[in-house]
């Protein structure tokens, strides 16, 4: 039976994949955005990046597995068929996924650095489009691409072992 390689096929394998798109995510979308909104980067800039990324990376591993990737899952399920292709399967999940994670983390990324303000929700409403979008695109074109390749690596290295081992057994 064919093995998919480029998903991971336990859930330790998946806690490192998601540590991987989260991780990248994270570091993207924060130095980004905490870049885009004081308009400059330097040595002040770059420390309230390093203070704020283990905060953000934090919250994102606790909210994405459990609320918007089982979200994301049972969306991806009720909109695909077992037939269609991995590639359909994957966007519909990443799109669900970002759709969700971008909304709760534009509000609470400006909950972190800004603390609650009355001017909070229309922050949101200004900010959650552009934020999807950008995150949308990196999670399409560059992170789960990473992520996928680096879960094929491993399974062919595991494979190899695998294969070895039988050798040796035989």
């Given amino acids: 039976m064919h093995q998919e390689k480029r998903l991971p096929r336990n859930g330790k394998e998946g806690f490192l994949y998601g540590t991987i798109i989260s991780t990248l995510t994270v570091l993207f979308m924060t130095t980004y955005s905490i870049i885009y909104f004081t308009g400059e980067f330097n040595g002040d800039i770059a420390i309230t990046i390093l203070k704020t990324l283990p905060i953000i990376w934090i919250i994102v591993m606790l909210i994405e597995p459990t609320i918007f990737g089982r979200i994301a899952e049972a969306l991806t399920a009720k909109f695909t068929q ?14 669900f996924t970002v759709l969700g994670m971008s909304a709760a983390m534009t509000l609470i990324a400006d909950v972190v650095i800004n603390g609650l303000h009355s001017e909070l929700f229309s922050n949101w409403l200004l900010n959650w489009p552009r ?16 992520a996928r390749f680096f879960m094929v690596k491993m399974h062919e290295t595991q494979d190899k072992k695998d294969t070895a081992n039988a050798k040796v057994q035989s």
Avoid at 82 to 95: A, E, G, H, Q, V
Avoid at 137 to 144: G, H, K, P, R, S
């Fill in 131 to 146: 934020n999807f979008i950008i995150v949308l695109f990196a999670e399409v074109l560059v992170i789960q691409p990473i």
């Fill in 82 to 95: 077992p037939t269609d292709s991995f590639n359909s399967k994957i966007l519909f999940r990443i799109l």
